[in-house]
């Protein structure tokens, strides 16, 4: 299958050139589809100094529909689900707006950005970003002390 | 087993400040938080039957029966209220794939039905049906399909006889738009008999039911979520994602040699769909919008949509249109294109009365329901009369009716 060779394609250039703060494996030799990613909070944001385990999946479509990416840690922000799924919120990824040549580093990183700037008006977590809006102080409280108690 | 759900749900949401802590998921409470006054308001109340139905704990109750389910969820200080219920159907418009009989299903049936029954029988307060309303200009030249039932009943939402509930309205228009996408014709009534609904609910339901993807039945908060991610998605009526291309399109696009100018400045360039290096020299399929790409990788891409996948721009070079307009519309295979602008209609009629969840009710079932409908003498009968509907020709066409209806434009 086409998609297989492509993914291989993308896994062996992240694996040799990762982007920064990124490191990405299978999660099982076997399966092409199922990534481990470790995300590194980004210098400058309340995740700093935290790992993040992201779950990365692709579809047998790949790359004609999008892949979906989730924080099997648990992570305080407005674009990622708190429950036990930990989607993440990316404009990019919804099936309508997917472009077969978006690559999954370029998926990652924009994951990672977004750690260091929340799009509140595109939140799933409605309350955090609410409190991102207006009272950022205590937001990087809650942020920085879950990545410690979580991602560390 | 195969299994198929009806669901209905509310979210409200008081002008409440937003809560510390997570949400969390809880049965039915019996101490309702005082500052929401709609929390344990049941739109089913006063309806009879529905109460009988809820003192039988086998029927309705969480957990209890395998065929029904349903679910209370509401934010700790009340902020949100959500209720779902499930009814399941163990395949009862197909014999065979029942498994064996089960004494559940015919009394769900039989509850089922009498809860649509009551909702589609006259309501006492009630919309007067089509021949009552002597400011409608029926005459005789009136087309033949006015007498269908869902526009004949009056829409409750926009009468001035309502006093009864919001959601009545709501179960009730729900139910003219299914009717209509499944074909009225076989569920319509003759004219002035106002006899027990009965049969027109029960094919409705095995309509609906025989329709209904396994995976529409929810059993928890997850899976609700994901059906209610699956209906935002579609609202509206119009996906934002563009149609496939039809194989002329496809395979009339031209081909071209890879030259030293589609290299680039680094003489590397890749297939973006595949990733592949190509090379100098190899034929590859050009866009209008001058991307190319493999031919087996753009037409993987284009029988699904008919736009570049790097840029988004329309493959038909000729056509300004995006996609899913007017000028390039979606055509769903084995439907009749007229119905569509029907649904259309009464999707923006909808949509103006602020129920944009039934339009993508009615959108998610009915590209399911229209290749099913059946090819009896009927069923051709019913998409011609449908044809005439969207008919320019005939007075205004159907968009004018209801415009003239209703007192709204556009």
């Known amino acids: ?152 | 087993m195969p299994v198929a759900g009806f669901g209905s749900g509310m979210i409200e949401i008081p002008p409440e400040p937003p809560s510390e802590g997570s949400p969390s998921h809880r049965a039915d409470s019996s101490s309702p938080p005082r500052d929401n006054p709609w929390v344990d308001h049941n739109p089913w109340e006063r309806e009879p039957q529905e109460s009988q139905e809820r003192q039988n704990p086998g029927l309705l109750g969480r957990g209890i029966s395998p065929f029904s389910s349903v679910h209370t969820y509401r934010s700790p200080n009340g902020r949100f209220s959500f209720i779902s219920s499930a009814t399941l159907d163990t395949g009862m418009a197909s014999g065979q794939r029942n498994n064996g009989p089960n004494p559940i299903v015919p009394m769900m049936i039989q509850s089922f039905d009498t809860l649509l029954r009551s909702l589609m029988e006259p309501n006492p307060h009630g919309y007067r049906g089509f021949g009552d309303d002597p400011s409608h200009p029926q005459s005789s030249t009136s087309p033949d399909w006015l007498e269908d039932d869902h526009l004949t009943g009056g829409h409750p939402g926009l009468s001035p006889h309502n006093g009864d509930g919001p959601q009545r309205i709501n179960i009730s228009e729900i139910m003219d738009a299914v009717r209509a996408d499944i074909g009225v014709q076989t569920m319509r009534r003759a004219r002035g008999n106002r006899g027990p609904a009965t049969p027109h609910a029960l094919s409705i339901l095995s309509a609906i039911l025989n329709m209904t993807r396994s995976g529409d039945a929810v059993y928890s908060q997850e899976e609700l979520d994901r059906v209610i991610t699956e209906l935002v998605e579609n609202t509206g009526g119009t996906s934002t994602a563009a149609p496939p291309a039809s194989d002329a399109a496809i395979q009339a696009l031209p081909k071209k040699k890879v030259n030293e100018e589609m290299m680039g400045s680094e003489g590397k360039a890749v297939c973006s769909i595949c990733m592949d290096n190509v090379e100098l020299g190899l034929e590859v399929t050009v866009l209008p919008c001058t991307h190319w790409f493999h031919f087996d990788c753009i037409q993987a891409w284009l029988t699904q949509h008919d736009t570049c996948p790097h840029c988004r721009r329309s493959i038909n070079a000729n056509t300004e249109a995006g996609e899913g307009t007017s000028e390039n519309p979606v055509v769903i295979q084995d439907s009749p294109e007229q119905p569509r602008s029907d649904r259309r209609h009464s999707s923006s009629r909808t949509m103006r009365s602020g129920r944009s969840s039934l339009s993508s009710f009615q959108s998610r079932l009915s590209p399911r329901i229209s290749p099913r409908r059946s090819p009896t003498p009927e069923g051709g009968e019913s998409s011609n009369r449908q044809s005439s509907r969207g008919d320019s020709s005939s007075g205004g066409g159907f968009a004018t009716w209801l415009a003239n209806r209703f007192g709204n434009s556009s």
């Open chain 1, 1 to 152: 299958m086409g998609s297989i060779k492509r993914i291989s394609k993308e896994l062996t250039e992240l694996t040799e050139s990762p982007p920064e703060g990124i490191t990405v494996e299978l999660a099982d030799e076997s399966n092409v589809y199922e990534w481990k990613v470790i995300m590194e909070g980004p210098e400058g944001s309340p995740y700093y100094n935290g790992k993040f385990l992201v779950k990365l999946s692709l579809p047998t479509e790949y790359p004609f529909k999008p892949p979906t990416v989730s924080f099997a840690t648990k992570i305080y922000h407005p674009n990622v689900t708190n429950d036990e799924k930990g989607s993440m919120c990316l404009g990019m990824l919804r099936a309508d707006e997917w472009k077969p040549s978006s690559k999954i580093a370029a998926v990652l990183q924009f994951a990672r950005q977004l750690l260091s700037e929340p799009m509140p008006d595109d939140a799933v977590e409605g309350r955090i970003a609410e409190q991102y809006k207006t009272d950022r102080g205590r937001y990087e409280e809650v942020a920085r002390e879950w990545t410690r108690k979580h991602a560390s």
